[in-house]
């Protein structure tokens, strides 16, 4: 595609339900990161995949969350039993190899009631 | 671990004038990159510029320029003529090399253009 594709934009849920954020990357692209951020901060490192190589998940902060990435394409990242502090703006990027450089989507707002 | 640092949470710059965002980092890696991202409350992040550290030469796209002191660890960013479009985030971001894309960013620095 012509960018980086989130769905859903936005995501209203109630505490304890579960919920999975998408990101499409751009084709080519072997890099993929996830990132929080929350209301007026700064952007929080979850999750990054590279290749068919193991991911990095060293950021993602509690073993609520978790994230794959099928074909080395789409990825998910799956929130368990959504607490009020998982509210935030999740981002993806995907990356080019050659320049380093990220592209970003528009991001999933999660607000967790 | 490598960390970037911004020290100004908030700035704010009169229309047409030159404003400069601090960034540091700290890191044992000899080559790497460095880069300015702007997220406009729009919400979208895109890229401003971006600097290899084996180039001595300073990056400059535009308005836009960079000081990169490779020995201080310190990446500033310049904004020259500023214009009310420019209100925005800006992060300063690291990464280690681009085989093994692994960007890490600051906490960011909100600037607002007045007016």
């Known amino acids: 595609g012509a960018g980086v594709s989130q769905s859903p934009s936005n995501k209203v849920t109630e505490k304890g339900k579960d919920v999975e954020l998408r990101c499409d990357p751009i084709s080519g692209h072997t890099a993929l990161y996830w990132y929080r951020q929350s209301l007026g901060q700064g952007l929080e490192f979850l999750i990054y995949f590279q290749g068919n190589s193991a991911p990095d998940k060293s950021g993602l902060p509690s073993d609520r969350f978790s994230a794959e990435r099928t074909g080395g394409s789409v990825s998910t990242l799956t929130i368990q039993r959504t607490q009020q502090e998982d509210s935030a703006v999740y981002l993806c990027?995907?990356?080019?190899?050659?320049?380093?450089?990220?592209?970003f989507g528009e991001g999933s707002r999660l607000t967790v009631l | 671990a490598q960390t970037v640092t911004q020290s100004q949470p908030e700035m704010s710059v009169q229309e047409a004038e030159t404003v400069t965002l601090s960034c540091t980092y700290d890191?044992?890696?000899?080559?790497?990159?460095l880069f300015w991202y702007k997220q406009p409350p729009s919400r979208q992040m895109i890229l401003v510029i971006r600097q290899e550290a084996y180039k001595q030469q300073n990056a400059t796209e535009n308005r836009f320029s960079v000081n990169f002191q490779k020995a201080a660890k310190s990446f500033s960013l310049k904004i020259s003529d500023s214009q009310l479009g420019d209100t925005a985030m800006y992060f300063c971001a690291f990464m280690k090399h681009v085989a093994n894309n692994d960007m890490r960013f600051g906490a960011g620095t909100r600037l607002t253009v007045k007016p």
């Open positions: 990027a995907s990356s080019d190899r050659r320049t380093g450089e990220l592209f």
């Open positions: 890191t044992s890696e000899n080559n790497y990159y």
